[in-house]
């Protein structure tokens, strides 16, 4: 069969929501060109874990090239996308011009850091493996540097950590991070005195996790106290310059590390499409998830703004799949001569883990908190990592880490 | 008790000499500072594992703090040390001054490339975690670059593979590269054509595995052709620039790879000692591994040079450990006033695998080739890996593999 006369579909970006765009069509008699700069998928719910050395890089990477190895009506080609040229109908990638039919745009967002340069000059952030790989390397060093730091202020300034944003990862990071120390930093720094050591969560808003039930912000705050996480609320940030933050009241935090995860916004690809953007620069998208006046071209997941009963729908890995599946069907009803369905977000609720056998969940209109919600945590998560073997090795490290309170190891490597 | 009027013992290096020393000293009445200038221990010989992505970086290394967690006479510091002084007895680490009563220097070496500035700059070596991940995301990116390179030349020198140096180290990456290729690449590259790739191995002398038995030479060459692996003696090489490798006889190799496992020579640290050195500026040291005029002064391991029946003990893990046991001991003798005793090194033979189930072994004076050395192989080298979680883990990687001919990732990281 000459497949070359088939419906040409580029799908820039192989995160959640190109992914299951490209899986969506896997049957279908389409041929499909999937780009990404790297060359492997990332679960990203779970990158705060490599910053806190809890789970290892490869552990929630995939190579995507694996991924589709059964799915014959897909090519995979790593780069990054130069410009799009929408009006003929092509991209250009390796210096090659790609010509399409239709077009996926899902390259997902960047960390916002609302115009701070001084956060993102001096700050750490969880955006890709790299990002989070060297954050890991920083939280080591500071215990290295302090374990033969004499003097007490200083020491006391390396071993505090600030968290910025009371979001779900926030809330994850802190929680992970406050119980590294107290279960596993103290054993490999027998000399570490855990009350020289300090982990701050700010919180410009009056309460973490903003959107959900009351009872779960409670539950959250309560159990992130347990993990000696020291939540300050209403507190805004006005400067960090990589020795002391600078609050909204003008109060400082020596520290040479700060964690940045309060924000996401559009990737300089986007800016640079000419098209309109919403909050965030964000791509205002047709309900259909078609870009305005390009009926063959859809923007989903992170890039895309849309908003539903009157409120944006949040930039969550869950709004990515589901859009990811809904753009592939209404491609193949453009194909099929078919109209378009509108896009309606299903919202599983929240999940988000405080540390080793405690959660926060909300799951069918109900909330769980502590070790169940954690087994649900567990066992959801188990389930969304690619690939059966990793699915077993992450298992394994929990299943050891619930019973050795020990994480993974805890490598410092040159960037 | 006062444990500050016990010996104190200073160890530079956490490679095998230096574990093995700190081990050697658990029980002893003495206190021990352990400097590394990374966090972690290294099992070297799987590095090359790491550099064709069959195992992950984390898998052959482990925390030092960790290892140590138990030996409470042991105190580990991370860095580089500036500068040591013989005759006050005292090192510099980390802007401190440290004294010490016995010092052991066990830094291992570095690549020596034998003055070939251009190999240095533009090949590729085996030396730490670093440099082997570097190697690991070039290898792969030759594969996604050939895999959208229209011109066939250009495609057939991305595909060339050359490995310089016959010794263990060339030999396993010869082979395990050839397996790669042929088992994992041509499933995520469906377009590759296997014919288009090289892997070149070339040795400057007569026969691979120069100091074995003619047998084992043999069973070598035999396991590494029927991986695909382009097998050049007497071939020694002029130059490379990046582009192509010049050979002795003027021809030249078109490739962007070239990976270097012909020579270790001392490090920085040790050429600045102002000792007298030997081959390769390894420190001669006495029979008993003291620096000659420095009874209190040990070097072992890559960093010592000691001949025995007149031939220089070679840069071997199997060397360092038992030079680490012996200069414990030997410190140990000094303590109580007894005489030092002269190494005498104990050969358990060469091991090396050529890809999954096919290897070479020489061990109590039997040769071994094909699937019993390979299980040889796998069974010592997960025994020796430290930590029990990264047997298992490891184990789990190897028996997959053997099942599925599928390697562990291939994520392309950036540097």
Redesign the interface.
């Known amino acids: 069969m000459n497949t070359n006369n088939l419906p040409h579909i580029v799908i820039i970006g192989a995160g959640f929501a190109g992914l299951e765009t490209a899986r969506g069509l896997s049957n279908a008699p389409v041929r499909i060109t999937l780009i990404d700069k790297?060359?492997?998928h990332l679960f990203q719910p779970l990158l705060y874990q490599v910053a806190i050395a809890g789970l290892?890089?490869?552990q929630i990477?995939?190579?995507i090239?694996?991924i589709f190895?059964r799915q014959?009506n897909l090519n995979f080609?790593?780069?990054e996308v130069g410009a799009i040229n929408f009006d003929e109908k092509y991209i250009k990638l390796?210096g090659?011009v790609i010509a399409y039919d239709y077009l996926v745009i899902a390259v997902g967002g960047r960390t916002n850091f609302f115009g701070f340069d001084s956060i993102e000059k001096n700050g750490f952030q969880l955006k890709d493996?790299?990002t989070a790989?060297k954050t890991r390397n920083h939280l080591?060093s500071m215990f290295?540097q302090a374990?033969?730091e004499g003097d007490a202020e200083k020491r006391k300034s390396l071993l505090t950590f600030v968290i910025v944003g009371g979001g779900p990862t926030g809330v994850e990071t802190a929680g992970a991070l406050g119980e590294l120390i107290s279960h596993v930093m103290v054993?490999?720094?027998p000399q570490l005195d855990v009350n020289e050591t300090r982990v701050i969560l700010l919180e410009a808003a009056a309460n973490l996790i903003g959107p959900y039930p009351d009872e779960l912000r409670k539950a959250t705050a309560k159990l992130l106290r347990r993990k000696n996480v020291d939540i300050r609320l209403n507190t805004k940030m006005e400067n960090y310059n990589g020795q002391h933050v600078t609050l909204g009241d003008g109060s400082q935090i020596e520290t040479h590390t700060l964690i940045w995860t309060a924000g996401v916004k559009s990737t300089e690809m986007v800016d640079a499409l000419g098209v309109e953007q919403a909050g965030g620069g964000r791509v205002r998208v047709e309900p259909t998830l078609q870009l305005p006046g390009r009926s063959e071209a859809f923007v989903i997941g992170d890039a895309a703004f849309l908003a539903e009963n009157g409120l944006p729908l949040p930039m969550l890995s869950t709004v990515a799949i589901q859009q990811g599946k809904s753009a592939a069907q209404n491609i193949l009803r453009m194909i099929n001569g078919k109209p378009l369905m509108p896009f309606h977000y299903k919202d599983p609720g929240l999940l988000a883990t405080i540390g080793r056998n405690a959660a926060v969940a909300r799951i069918w209109g109900i909330s769980f908190s502590g070790f169940i919600a954690w087994l649900i945590w567990v066992f959801l998560h188990i389930y969304r990592i690619i690939?059966f073997?990793?699915r077993?090795?992450v298992m394994?490290n929990w299943i050891?880490d619930y019973f050795f309170y020990?994480n993974?190891?805890?490598?410092?490597?040159?960037?």
Not at 408 to 415: C, F, G
Request: charged share 25%.
């Open positions: 790297h060359n492997h290892l890089p490869s990477a995939y190579p090239r694996t190895r014959k080609q790593m780069g390796n090659s493996l790299e790989v080591l290295e374990s033969h054993k490999d720094f690939g073997r990793n077993i090795v394994f050891w020990d993974q190891v805890r490598l410092i490597t040159k960037e």
